[in-house]
């Protein structure tokens, strides 16, 4: 159907045509060079870190330390969010609670270092600080009621 | 810059892991390789999705048109479209600058940014796919009503 459309828009518009094109060149690009390090590192995760100690740091008994966990781990990474999602599917495996996966994508989203550098120069420091800030205080309150909602996880679905 | 860190990381990464067992290096580089693959259709997808949203909702028509709304209307306006579209990183920061400078409220531009990283229409299949699509329905609607208040909040204290 994506095929279809951009074989009509270029025999329709051609301009705007290449104007879509080149975008998702340069976005293709952009993400296509974070990915193999990113998932070289989610194997090695998958097969280092055991399970006994995913549900230690990022389970259901790891309170505010799991919390900040979440936050560092995504923060830390890179690339767009839809990275995220095998990358928390493989987390909750692993016996991660609901309540930081929410936190971990929120993070991913919302708080990327290299991120907030660019929105700081764009929307100034305190704009960028607040920002991030009350998001990952609200990604914590989605992922509480989201956990006393006992809401599941089933993929696939 | 932070691209090479990340490649550092994982070099080393794998560097450490082929010390202590070659076995399971392998086991992780498959593991990452099949998900790399997994991963790519849904990428080209979403990226040719974005390709389409930058031609039919182009950054300076969303700037020249979210910057007039003003009141609750326009925050409003901005939060739909920020969860509608997703927009990367590297475009958006600047487009909510200039719709900053065009004359936009705090919390219009709050509004917008927030839903856009908060909430992901587009990516939605994706998120359930990986994690369910209750998972992907509570997230993103309590997200987007999240994203309201933080706007709110921001708009009350930063202007």
Known sequence: MLVLAYGLLGILMPAQALKAVSTV?????????????????????????????????????????????????????????????????????????????VVFLTAWAAAHLPMIIVEMRFLGLPFALLRTGLTLIMGVAIGAIMERMAVTIEPGR | MYTVIIYIAAVAGVILSWRRSKEKTRKALTIGRRSLLNMLAPMLTLVGIIGLIMVFLPPEWIA????????????????????????????????????????????????????????????????????????????????????????????????
């Open chain 2, 64 to 159: 020249a048109h979210l910057g007039e709304g003003a009141g609750p209307i326009g925050t409003l306006t901005a939060a739909l479209v920020g969860a509608i579209t997703l927009i990367p990183g590297f475009v958006a920061y600047p487009l909510a600058g200039s719709l900053y400078r065009a004359g936009a409220s705090v919390m219009t531009v709050a509004a917008f940014i927030t839903t856009l990283t908060m909430v992901g229409f587009v990516t939605a299949p994706f998120e359930s796919k990986q994690l369910g699509r209750r998972f992907t329905l509570w997230r993103n609607g309590l997200s987007f009503l999240s994203a309201l208040v933080i706007a709110y909040v921001m708009g009350v204290l930063l202007s």
């Open chain 1, 25 to 101: 060149g340069r976005n293709f690009k952009e993400v296509a060079f974070i990915l193999p390090p990113v998932f070289v590192l989610m194997g090695l995760l998958d097969v280092w870190v055991p399970k006994e100690t995913v549900e230690l740091h990022l389970g259901h008994t790891s309170g505010l330390r799991g919390v900040l966990l979440s936050i560092l781990l995504a923060a830390a990474a890179a690339g767009p969010i839809y990275v995220a999602f095998p990358i928390a599917a493989t987390l909750l495996r692993k016996g991660t609670r609901l309540l930081n996966i």
